[in-house]
């Protein structure tokens, strides 16, 4: 993936000398649907007031973040992860701006706060556990960025296909990662499209089986969102290596919710599925892709 020595975003904030203990809340939406038996289920960020009936054991333990202090000294691979995410960030921003622009709408970009250990989020105190979030009440993106070790060493998803030496080595690939972040926008433009609120009010009445079933239509939207982008920011700047599409597919494949319950627990329980099988996951970014429009995300009114 090429993407150095292009625009970073002025959108990142780093709040990594600012975490503290505190508890989780449920409200954001993310990536991946994570368990306890897999280090909390770290995958690429969840709802965890759905997430596999754990709504009820989500408590208070200890006080909301506070500020702790302590500057951040980057280290030669953090910061080059900080740059990366900024320049992944901004592309999402040329692109999206653009795609609402010939909607006749105007583009409004998130905040990406980098955060370590816990914070104080719009949507309540949030730990790394949970993995890459997006929190609606405040349109921010919340990252731990040792999360990219994660994805390679708890997950399984592989490094960069092209080998071309630009990413760490005990990390995901470089495009994998920007499927990460370009995930969690997806949530910021159903927001924005007001989508978020209208599956939030019907999840309001229905069951728990029916509201999990609407959380993986809003994730598969999210995944195919991420594959418009990748297509378009393409023909913007010609930023894809071979190989990087694979890497992404590899990532939808390692988190989906199949594939996550059966290597945590030996069997799947489709009725729990929150953000859809790795087929389906894979299925709905190549579309977005393959047409580039976001038209063709409309995983509420067809069969996923």
Request: aromatic share 8%; net charge negative; glycine share 10%.
């Given at each position: 993936?090429?993407?150095?020595?292009?625009?970073?975003?002025?959108?990142?904030?780093?709040?990594?000398?600012?975490?503290?203990?505190?508890?989780?809340?449920?409200?954001?939406?993310?990536?991946?649907?994570?368990?306890?038996?897999?280090?909390?289920?770290?995958?690429?960020?969840?709802?965890?007031?759905v997430t596999l009936g754990l709504s009820q054991q989500v408590q208070s333990t200890g006080s909301a973040a506070t500020p702790s202090g302590q500057p951040v000294v980057d280290t030669?691979?953090?910061?080059?992860?900080?740059?990366?995410?900024?320049?992944?960030?901004?592309?999402?921003?040329?692109?999206?701006?653009?795609?609402?622009?010939?909607?006749?709408?105007?583009?409004?970009?998130?905040?990406?706060?980098?955060?370590?250990?816990?914070?104080?989020?719009?949507?309540?105190?949030?730990?790394?556990?949970?993995?890459?979030?997006?929190?609606?009440?405040?349109?921010?993106?919340?990252?731990?960025?040792?999360?990219?070790?994660?994805?390679?060493q708890q997950l399984g998803i592989s490094g960069d296909q092209q080998n071309s030496g630009s990413g760490a080595n005990d990390e995901a690939g470089d495009f994998a990662r920007a499927?990460?972040?370009?995930?969690?926008?997806?949530?910021?433009?159903?927001?924005?499209?007001?989508?978020?609120?209208?599956?939030?009010?019907?999840?309001?009445?229905?069951?728990?089986?029916q509201s999990n079933a609407l959380s993986v239509r809003q994730e598969l939207q999210a995944d195919c969102f991420a594959g418009v982008w990748a297509n378009r920011n393409q023909q913007?700047?010609?930023?894809?290596?071979?190989?990087?599409?694979?890497?992404?597919?590899?990532?939808?494949?390692?988190?989906?919710?199949?594939?996550?319950?059966?290597?945590?627990?030996?069997?799947?329980?489709?009725?729990?599925?929150?953000?859809?099988?790795?087929?389906?996951?894979?299925?709905?970014?190549?579309?977005?892709?393959?047409?580039?429009?976001?038209?063709?995300?409309?995983?509420?009114?067809?069969?996923?």
């Amino acid at each position: 993936m090429r993407w150095e020595d292009r625009r970073e975003s002025d959108n990142v904030e780093d709040a990594r000398g600012s975490s503290g203990r505190g508890f989780r809340v449920g409200g954001g939406v993310g990536i991946g649907t994570l368990v306890l038996a897999l280090v909390l289920w770290k995958g690429c960020g969840i709802d965890p007031s759905v997430t596999l009936g754990l709504s009820q054991q989500v408590q208070s333990t200890g006080s909301a973040a506070t500020p702790s202090g302590q500057p951040v000294v980057d280290t030669p691979e953090s910061a080059r992860d900080k740059k990366f995410v900024s320049v992944v960030l901004a592309d999402t921003e040329d692109t999206w701006r653009q795609i609402f622009q010939e909607h006749h709408a105007t583009y409004q970009p998130p905040k990406l706060t980098l955060f370590s250990g816990t914070i104080q989020s719009g949507c309540g105190a949030a730990e790394s556990a949970m993995g890459p979030f997006y929190c609606p009440m405040d349109q921010k993106v919340y990252l731990d960025m040792d999360f990219f070790k994660d994805m390679r060493q708890q997950l399984g998803i592989s490094g960069d296909q092209q080998n071309s030496g630009s990413g760490a080595n005990d990390e995901a690939g470089d495009f994998a990662r920007a499927y990460v972040v370009a995930h969690e926008v997806g949530h910021h433009v159903q927001n924005l499209l007001g989508i978020a609120d209208k599956i939030q009010s019907a999840r309001q009445n229905a069951s728990k089986v029916q509201s999990n079933a609407l959380s993986v239509r809003q994730e598969l939207q999210a995944d195919c969102f991420a594959g418009v982008w990748a297509n378009r920011n393409q023909q913007r700047v010609n930023f894809l290596q071979a190989g990087d599409i694979e890497e992404a597919l590899n990532a939808a494949t390692a988190i989906g919710d199949d594939r996550l319950q059966q290597r945590a627990h030996g069997y799947v329980v489709p009725d729990s599925f929150t953000h859809g099988t790795s087929a389906q996951r894979v299925k709905w970014f190549q579309l977005g892709f393959q047409q580039g429009r976001i038209e063709v995300c409309d995983t509420f009114g067809q069969a996923i």
